[in-house]
């Protein structure tokens, strides 16, 4: 294992390029590349036991238990029998290891389950089915229609036109929409041709592995002649294959060289905040138990040399030991294994039972559950529970993730009416849900099934052939760059670049302007069910500058028209001034439809003279073709043809969120959790989407956006975004500021900060490069940790980890990821606590997570109710763990006084072995797996209550301090309450009582009582459960004891039970029970008071908010009503499309095209089929 991670090692660092052959693995083979087998695995069968074993070891209490176990094989020191150790000691590494074997079976079988997918290689001429492991560099293989892509492969041919192939990057990046790959054209010529396919001997030489998603860089060499490689002509392992009936690729990285795999980030072992704390209270309490051991055994030295040393005849010193001095040193030992109590080994089993516990809550909560795709929640950890409990920032993905990342034709303006809004006889509006009425689109046989729309008035329009409605529609079927399909007539099946034009294209459809074909020169519409065919003249295409598209037909009748889309800010701009009135209207309609966070398009059109044009289509072409400025002269004509547009209305799309998102961030903000949106998407749509979501809203003082282009630019934008929501943190005088200036290897905390206001902050991918340096990344934090909201936009998977390891580092804070692509796994595994969304966009991010659902809006239960409970319960527990045991252990230091520091236990030795393990182990595990302090309902509607978990009020050092406190003032109670009463004290009967075997009883039975009263007054939620192992508990140890100490017991096992009798002799006597009620009294009685004053007195900001709802409980309120969020504002989306520039180009080449559609130019499907005419040119 440690040679293979040599040579990986070494080939990693050698890999500068990458070169590799074709049909050659001889040559490929003497690189030594990865095969694309995956492991994500930890063990194997053999190292299973070491490794696991070496792992949990490295718990210090582990390794401190197996130490004790040492000592007690040591006769001279040892005072407890051996087996009071190993048994839990085996205990708890078999659980470990137990549950460490079945995550890594569950690991094991997905590597197996994606090592062994079959794929078709080409091997010697042939095409044989091959594992997916199997697969080498440089090895061609064949994909067909919805195939995952096997590796990243260099594409070769396909069964499309100009071997273009469509593939839906859902697993990568999240993102349903198809996006087209193209081959070269030197390698499309090989086809299907099995014969050409193996001849094929290319050379590639291209950049070593990397994580890089959206870039690649490489050449091909072909028989002599070089050909430039790019991003555009690799499939990625990851990617599906759809609308594509085969395609050829040559493997160019296979397993955990492919992008996919590169991007997946370290698997790194997670630990929740409180172990990393309990590891250093160990440490305190092993610190304390040494000072302990050592003020015993000093004082065992002292009185052996004082006193014991002349009292050797009645009690002589151990074989060996021939000075006070010695036998003190062996005393230090002795009381350690007595001591070691302090912290128990039941400790961890029962933590890890309470996780596992609350674990299965998460698995079994039907609240959680998804019907639609069958998909209930998943705790793939069971280590991280209480962590959910302390979140103090979400970072998440936005497409898949807060979207459905589907888009839906929601309203429109069309010539100053709008449309979409349903209403109801007396002209009220009205909410739309599922039981409104929809539009019958069954006039139109070729509509779309799944297309929703409720307003009536509009198909009226329609079919009342208004002219502005009719031209509306036209331009929608007209000004596109959507491929349509018609496998089987009527069945059409659009390929949109973008999701936006699928839908507008679609709405066209339904209302009966139906976009049937395309070929490089023609658009064939079916309008009204008439065929028409426009002739296609140009496409003015979008780029991110222009923000619009436009497209110049010639309809039938031989009318020239210029159709125009885009954003209102740019298509205002170029209107005719004839329609001021009418953009007032729409402005309006606009500015409702922007108020419900739909992404709107102002659409335009203008009728062309043909002299003008004929001159402009020439200037056009030798513009297209200059060598030098080809993009600006283009622009510049495109300018000039777009002006003195005529507007024809605007549309309204929802880019539709998941349900319940806007709710799940409202009650999340209020439970002061800072939510941060990082998205690849491009930041007019990120910042759409945080305005729909109710992230943004227009009662922010401002939205900053960092932009800049160079380093200075934007720390310079950062510093100004800071100055005004905190100008005093500039200031000499300023905490964090002092604090930096001071130079220290210690790695700095920022303390949280408050800005004057709520502010928002958006930075785009190429600021955040900058940001993320070494020198501007406090600027950054400090910035953005002062921002209610932050959306970085166009950000690379690997930036997206950065940001969340920023974080980390900068603040005392616990991290959440949320994601459902694959280009959120490094987010995912950086981040404290990683979710994964399993939705339709694929399940990487699944496989990475710690915990996963269906829905984004489940993650409000998630840390609210089970987060929540869970922190609260582990917390209870170890407050109580620790007081019990240092209340038990202590009361053998007392003791020490009293019996010349001998290493005598207080307890008879069977109550010390089943004090952890039986007697209080139930009722604390019974608290912490059922107690919560409200229900599921009242954490959901007062979501104030989680802020205690992120502030870590509940289980602190201070917290810690006073439970040992606490349990030493109760075992100062417990010693000298008993020996008090025991001292010369007489039974009832005349005979003596004050024996070590009473006082022993009688210090275990008022301890048990004690700690029971306890936890019965740390109990919030009785349940049978608790009242049973409680009561029951204390039954056990009444009948254990009664059994122990009887007669029958001493004569079977004389040596192992030696109190006889002790039992009923002692616990007859009513003197003894008066002593362990005023133990009970006394250490009860201060904690009572204490909660009680300090609840009345100094209430916390959660004793608050339990009084209230107290008070609520007591007159249930009413159901609250489902209410739709809405938002005002007068910011309107730009330019919304997501689809590449240059798509245009394109379709005018007709590269992309298939051979006519034989049902292109037939209505037959439509109301007026026997009006049906081929109109041509």
Request: aromatic fraction near 12%.
């Amino acid at each position: 294992m440690s040679l293979f991670g040599l040579q990986f090692g070494k080939k990693k660092l050698r890999e500068e390029e990458r070169q590799l052959q074709a049909n050659n693995r001889d040559f490929n083979l003497q690189f030594e590349y990865a095969n694309n087998s995956i492991k994500t695995s930890k063990y194997n069968f053999f190292t299973f036991l070491p490794l696991n074993l070496f792992e949990q070891f490295q718990r210090i209490a582990n390794a401190y238990f197996l130490f004790l176990l040492i000592l007690q094989l040591i006769p001279q020191i040892s005072s407890l029998a051996w087996f009071t150790t190993v048994v839990p000691l085996v205990l708890v590494l078999a659980v470990s290891g137990v549950k460490d074997a079945i995550d890594d079976f569950n690991r094991h079988k997905s590597d197996k389950h994606v090592n062994n997918r079959p794929v078709q290689v080409l091997i010697n001429g042939m095409l044989k089915d091959e594992k997916w492991m199997n697969v080498q560099v440089g090895d061609i293989i064949k994909l067909e229609n919805n195939n995952f892509v096997t590796a990243d492969l260099l594409l070769l041919s396909s069964s499309e036109p100009h071997s273009l192939t469509y593939i839906e990057t859902a697993e990568l990046d999240g993102e349903t929409n198809l996006k087209v790959k193209q081959a070269l054209t030197v390698t499309a010529e090989l086809g299907e041709d099995l014969q050409k396919l193996t001849e094929f001997n290319g050379e590639v030489k291209c950049e070593a592995p990397n994580n890089k998603l959206d870039k690649f860089t490489g050449t091909l060499t072909l028989r002599g002649e070089k050909y430039a490689l790019d991003n555009e002509k690799m499939l990625l392992r990851g990617c599906t294959i759809r609308n594509t009936e085969w395609c050829f690729g040559l493997v160019i990285y296979a397993g955990p060289d492919t992008k996919l795999m590169q991007n997946s980030g370290k698997t790194t072992f997670k630990r929740t905040s409180i172990d990393r704390l309990m590891n250093v209270l160990v440490l305190v309490i092993f610190a304390f138990l040494a000072l302990m051991c050592l003020i015993l055994a000093i004082g065992n030295g002292i009185w052996e040399y004082d006193k014991g040393y002349y009292f050797q005849v009645y009690l002589p010193w151990a074989e060996g030991v021939n000075s006070a001095s010695y036998s003190g040193f062996l005393m230090f030992w002795s009381y350690v294994i007595i001591l070691n109590t302090v912290v128990p080994i039941s400790l961890y089993v029962s933590v890890e039972i309470i996780r596992l516990g609350n674990s299965f809550y998460i698995d079994w909560d039907r609240k959680m559950y998804y019907p639609l795709n069958d998909t209930p929640a998943q705790a793939r950890t069971t280590t991280l529970n209480e962590e959910l409990g302390q979140i103090k920032y979400i970072f998440s993905d936005k497409t898949g993730t807060l979207t459905q990342n589907i888009m839906c034709f929601n309203k429109c303006s069309i010539n100053g009416k709008s449309y979409g809004d349903v209403y109801d006889m007396s002209g009220q509006r009205i909410e739309i849900n599922e039981n409104t009425e929809k539009v019958d689109f069954s006039y139109n046989q070729l509509a779309d099934p799944k297309f929703a729309f409720y307003d009536h008035s509009l198909v009226e329009a329609v079919k009342l052939s208004d002219v502005p409605t009719h031209r509306f529609f036209r331009l929608l079927s007209l000004c596109h760059t959507v491929m349509p399909e018609e496998k089987k007539e009527g069945n059409l099946v659009y390929q949109a670049q973008s999701p936006d034009e699928g839908a507008l294209v679609t709405a066209a459809r339904n209302f009966g302007f139906v976009f049937r074909a395309r070929t490089p020169e023609t658009i064939t519409v079916v309008e009204m069910g008439e065929t028409k065919i426009y002739k296609l003249l140009a496409i003015l295409d979008f780029n991110n500058v222009r923000k619009r598209m436009s497209v110049i037909v010639r309809s039938p009748e031989g009318d020239l028209t210029l159709y125009c889309k885009g954003a209102d800010t740019i298509l205002y701009e170029l209107l005719h001034s004839s329609c001021d009135t009418l953009k007032e209207e729409t402005t309006e309609h606009l500015n409702e439809f922007a108020g419900e966070g739909l992404r709107t398009l102002v659409v335009a059109y203008k009728n062309l003279d043909e002299d003008y044009f004929q001159e402009w289509i020439r200037r056009h072409h030798e513009a297209s073709t200059a060598l030098e400025g080809r993009e600006d002269k283009l622009s510049e004509l495109y300018e000039e043809i777009e002006k003195d547009l005529m507007l024809l209305g605007a549309t309204a799309i929802e880019d539709k969120l998941q349900d319940g998102v806007p709710q799940t961030i409202e009650t999340l903000a209020k439970a002061n959790i800072k939510i941060w949106v990082l998205t690849g998407d491009k930041q007019e749509t990120a910042m759409n989407i945080g305005y729909s979501c109710n992230l943004l809203n227009d009662d922010m003082e401002d939205v900053f956006i960092i932009e800049g282009s160079t380093s200075d630019d934007v720390l310079n934008e950062l510093r100004n975004a800071r100055k005004k929501m905190k100008p005093d943190s500039f200031l000499d005088s300023d905490e964090i500021n002092i604090q930096f200036e001071k130079s220290s290897k210690k790695p700095k905390i920022i303390p949280d900060e408050q800005a004057n206001g709520v502010y928002g902050l958006v930075i785009t991918g190429h600021s955040l490069a900058y940001a993320l340096e070494g020198n501007l990344e406090l600027e950054l934090v400090r910035t953005a940790c002062l921002c209610k909201v932050v959306i970085c936009c166009r950000v690379t998977p690997l930036q997206k980890a950065q940001v969340v390891e920023l974080v980390k580092k900068y603040k005392k804070a616990v991290t959440l990821a949320i994601g459902d692509g694959a280009n959120d796994v490094s987010m995912i595994k950086t981040a404290h606590i990683g979710v994964g969304i399993s939705g339709q966009e694929g399940m990487q991010a699944v496989l990475s997570s710690d915990f996963s659902f269906a829905q984004f809006r489940y993650l409000q239960r998630l840390l609210l109710v089970h987060g929540r409970w869970s922190y609260i319960r582990m917390c209870k527990f170890l407050k109580y763990f620790f007081y019990k045991n240092f209340a038990f252990t202590l009361v053998h230091f007392w003791y020490g006084f009293f019996s010349g520091f001998s290493a005598q236990t207080v307890y008879d030795e069977w109550f010390i072995t089943l004090y952890n393990l039986v007697y209080t182990s139930l009722p604390v595990l019974g608290m912490s797996l059922f107690d919560q302090d409200v229900d599921d309902r009242w954490s959901m509607l007062f979501p104030q209550l989680y802020v205690p978990g992120q502030q870590n009020l509940y289980f602190n050092k201070t917290v810690f301090v006073k439970c040992m406190l606490q349990g030493i003032y109760s075992s100062l109670i417990l010693f000298f309450i008993p020996y008090g009463a025991m001292y010369n004290t007489m039974r009832s009967d005349g005979k003596a009582i004050a024996d070590y075997q009473s006082f022993a009883l009688m210090a275990q039975t008022c301890l048990l009582i004690v700690v029971s009263v306890q936890i019965g007054l740390d109990t919030s939620y009785w349940t049978v459960v608790n009242q049973f192992f409680i009561w029951g508990s204390l039954s056990v140890y009444f009948a254990i004891t009664f059994t122990m100490y009887s007669d029958g017991m001493y004569l079977i096992f004389t040596a192992s039970f030696p109190f006889i009798g002790t039992a009923r002799n002692t616990l007859s006597q009513p003197n003894v029970w008066l002593a362990i009620f005023l133990s009970i009294t006394l250490c009860v009685l201060p904690v009572v008071g204490f909660r009680f004053l300090k609840a009345q007195l100094k209430p916390t900001p959660s004793d608050k908010v339990l009084l209230k709802i107290k008070e609520a409980k007591k007159r249930p309120p009413p159901p609250s009503p489902k209410r739709r969020l809405r938002r005002t504002s007068t910011r309107r989306s730009g330019y919304a499309f997501s689809h590449q520039h240059g798509f245009g180009a394109l379709i005018m080449s007709g590269r992309n095209m298939r051979p006519k559609s034989p049902f292109a130019t037939t209505g037959t499907f439509s109301p007026n089929s026997d009006k049906h005419k081929h109109k041509g040119l």
